[in-house]
């Protein structure tokens, strides 16, 4: 084993760097404290210095600088306090100074401790000095005269000695973490040796439990709270292997065939609660099986038909069955069948089969042939009519005959169009709808369509423009399909615009081409818009003598595609219907 790969060597190392960290703060810490005593404690004897000064000078002050007398006094007073004295004229005009020659100072007003001075009534700072060659500290008072303020008195002095003080702390607290750390290395590396044998026994001891040996235990070597972990791991290691052993004998129970059950099932005992519920019947009712486990049957089904059956069948001793369907609350319909067990009374078995599915293929059905019988009843009623009045005599008037016979030949359009959009969803539907892929320009897709339904677009005095992008790379798709789509939404927007144009336009959006066909017509409701994609829906107040089939087989042919269909519309706006195709380079 690498060194630092041990336990014992990272947490001797982790504790060496918390110790060597916590000593730096400290030296630090102490450091900057010292360092700012000693300062305030400069600072506030220098200000007195600087207000005795002040105050002994402040008739010369007053009376202006006077040849010569204050740059003499400011060196009498520095020579008394071993420190640099400046005094300062009201304008900023240095009159008198101890360690350089007044005549060649610039105006002291604009210095920081002036300044600070004259709008609290102390000033101080700390510069470096270019006279002296070191940082010295500045403190400076005004001097007042009848409440005006008649100059400044400046003393400085060097802080070499504070900083020589402060270097000599820190190699004396350096001194001491080394000491520290050195020691408190060897006692650490004395303690963990025990802990560190103790996690080693564990550590073995859990890898021959994890090899299958469940007798593998560990003798406790401390007496703290890795003792504790020991006695847990043997008692976990016990309780382990009385779990294995039970879970051996209980092979045989078929716990596995009910979590594989697509019903659900779901067991209580004599006092009500859930003893066995398996993911079908937690995912029917609505909890989770943790849930459920052990809370009372109603706290879990909360459905007083299921409760009612459940109850009646435990009261009675008899089974019993009823269709149970959620309604709002969840959508979903299942056949309940509670039978009563043998061994303990109260106890039942309830069994859960999920009708939802077949509830629904049953209305789609039901839909489905209604909707059919519908459309189909419509022109063959007509049809009926058509040849009943031929029969009663209009076959001997020939222009009338010729009528009759034109309404009868559109009406069988009609039925050969339903019937041939029934067939169309037919093969959709059993997947027996293979494209004849071929990558083509979206001209070739857009334009024969247009022009065949021009001429129905002018009759109804509509404009029918197309407008394709200059950059249209080709699209793959099956061109008879993609055409029909085409001219399912142009035959739309032409049928439902009174007046105004329909629009086809095709353009590039990242890796789509997008072909919209918008039109000025009567729009769509908002609470119809979601649903013009359904079979054999038709949006409330429409005049269409279609079958409402022709948008959804266009649905199917673009999802077919890879591609997406969606619509835009608001009512007496117009419509617009887009179709995007993926873009296969």
Known sequence: MKPFRSLRWRLLVLIELVVLVVMVALALILSATVRRTYLAHLEEQLTVEARLIGDALTPAMASGPPNGFLDTEAHRYASMLDARVTLIGPDGTVWGESHEDLTRMENHLGRPEIQQALAEGRGSSIRFSHTVGYEMMYVAVPVQAEGQVVGFVRVA????????????????????????????GALVFLRLSPTIGAIHDLSDALGRLMAGDLDARVLPRTDDELSDLTRSYNQMADRLRETILALRDEQARPSGLLERMTDGVLITDGEGRVSLINPSAARMLGVSPEEALHRSFIQVVWDHRLVELWEKCRKNGEEGAGLIDLGPRRPIIFQAVVTPLEGEEGAALVLLQDLTRVRELETVRRDFVANVSHELRTPLATLKALVETLREGALEDPGAARR??????????????????????????????????????????????????????????LRLTVSLAPDLPPILVDVDRMRRVVTNLVHNGIQFTPSGEVAVQAERVGDEVIISVRDTGVGIAPEDLPRVFERFYKARGSRSNGAGLGLAIAKHIVLAHGGRIWAESALEQGSTFYVALPVRE
């Open 157 to 184: 002095l060097p802080i070499q000695q504070i900083q020589a003080n402060l270097n000599r702390l820190q190699w004396t607290v350096g001194l001491i973490a080394v000491f520290s750390v050195g020691l408190i």
């Open 404 to 461: 009759f016979l034109e309404r009868m030949n559109g009406e069988l359009d009609r039925l050969e169009r339903i019937v041939g959009e029934l067939l169309e969803l037919a093969r959709i539907d059993s997947r027996r709808m293979p494209l004849q892929m071929a990558r083509v320009a979206v001209v070739e897709v857009v334009g024969p369509p247009v022009e065949e339904l021009r001429p129905l677009a002018e009759r109804g005095g």
